[in-house]
């Protein structure tokens, strides 16, 4: 194995007219993620750079890139699988770039709450009068969906998403689905509501890209397709039930 | 304080060739043509033979035609890339379960102002594994495909 491994990382500084690539020579270490190459930059070699990380052990989910055009965590991600190199490090796809590796994920934090991604009930009383009980049946219904760490690699991954900025994305619809299959939750209506617009489920093609890049094993592709189907029906039984008997 | 200037990353117009499996979904889409064309050659197919023996014939001499035979043989594939793919895509959009039990719960919902009793069923089940959802579509198409061929051929 080489030393060293070239680093081709993005640099933009708010007010350049386009971002550049920039150089930089690491050391070619095993166990290296691409995070601990540009921590590495940033302590040797430039202490400019700009990036987002937080717990090194893939569940903040802030540490997002695009490592060699993939969406990925770069904590998770090892130098070592982009031997002899370069390997090339840019911000996530679909997003504004705010500095060099960090992006303006604003637009997912707006769309997020319009999904409603908590649990909502007519009824709440509080667990003291009251249990919520569940089955590990029911609990592993939604436990898949409910380890989205909102690291944004599936926005940056969806073409729709980059070709229209209104598609709500692929971790809101994950998250709603999410919500819609516990049993404790009564929301199904509300979400639906949101989620059957042309920005809702209907904006996906289905390319899957969103499910492949998920460090999480989420698969938020099934989820927007199992609401596609919810929506179909509930377009149907509005069209052949009379008004208000739904 | 203005907010601080960011940069909009363009999309290029030839996104979809810089990975596979973004090239794959293009192609995956781009078999609804084909499609089309089946359905139409097809009912060429219907049109021709109702109204004859002569233009039946007519239309086989025309469907034989070198041109016609290599766009019989594109559409071929890509159909066969349409039903391939879209079949491996089921698993993920339909849940399919079998065994375990049935809850029935009781709620209340409101219709038209009034609260009333609503049941559900619930299946609490184990979800059928991908492979048997594709396999049995795959059954489901040798099943049909030869109903038809026998439908015709008899």
């Known amino acids: 194995m080489a030393d060293s491994i070239q680093m081709r990382v993005t ?14 020579d690491v050391p070619l270490r095993k166990d290296w993620s691409v995070l601990d190459g540009l921590n590495y930059v940033k302590d040797n070699l430039d202490g400019s750079l700009s990036y987002r990380w937080s717990c090194r052990m893939g569940i903040c989910g802030s540490c997002g890139m695009n490592v060699q055009g993939t969406p990925k ?29 960090v992006v303006d994920i604003d637009d997912f934090m707006e769309k997020l709450p319009k999904v409603k991604p908590w649990i909502i009930r007519n009824d709440d009383q509080s667990v003291i009068d009251r249990e919520y009980l569940q089955t590990p049946e ?8 409910s380890n989205c760490i909102n690291c944004m690699l599936c926005y940056a991954a969806c073409p729709v ?21 516990d049993t404790r939750d009564r929301g199904r209506r509300e979400r639906l509501d949101v989620l059957i617009e042309r920005e809702g489920v209907w904006g996906c093609t289905f390319v899957g890209e969103c499910t492949r890049v998920c460090p999480k094993h989420v698969d938020p592709a099934g989820a927007i397709q199992r609401y596609k189907l919810e929506a179909a029906k509930e377009s149907v039984m509005a069209f052949l039930l009379p008004r208000g008997a739904l | 304080m203005s907010a601080p ?71 071929l594939a890509f159909l066969v890339l349409h039903t391939v793919t879209w079949f491996a895509l089921t ?41 048997i959802v594709i396999a049995s579509q795959y059954v489901g198409l040798v099943v049909v495909s030869a109903f038809i061929a026998w439908l015709v051929l008899r």
């Open chain 1, 11 to 24: 640099r933009y500084t708010p007010g350049d007219s386009a971002p550049t690539a920039a150089d930089y």
């Open chain 1, 73 to 101: 965590l770069t904590c998770g991600t090892f130098l070592s699988d982009y031997a002899p190199g370069p390997v090339r490090v840019e911000p996530l796809t679909n997003f504004p770039i705010v500095r060099d590796l």
């Open chain 1, 138 to 145: 029911e609990l592993e219904e939604y436990k898949q969906f």
């Open chain 1, 161 to 181: 998403y980059g070709l229209d900025p209104d598609f709500i994305g692929p971790a809101a619809i994950a998250l709603a689905e999410r919500y819609d299959l």
């Open chain 2, 5 to 75: 200037t960011t940069y909009r990353q363009p999309v290029s117009r030839l996104w979809w060739t810089k990975k596979w499996t973004y090239f794959l979904f293009m192609m995956r889409e781009f078999t609804c043509v084909f499609v089309a064309w089946s359905v139409v050659f097809l009912l060429m197919l219907v049109y021709a033979v109702g109204r004859g023996e002569a233009s039946y014939r007519q239309f086989l001499d025309w469907a034989s035609s070198p041109v016609v035979v290599v766009v019989n043989v594109v559409a």
């Open chain 2, 91 to 131: 698993p993920q959009a339909a849940v399919v379960r079998a065994g375990g039990r049935q809850v029935v719960r009781t709620r209340m919902v409101h219709v038209g102002g009034r609260i009333l009793p609503a049941a559900t069923v619930i299946r609490v089940g184990g979800r059928v594994p991908a492979a």
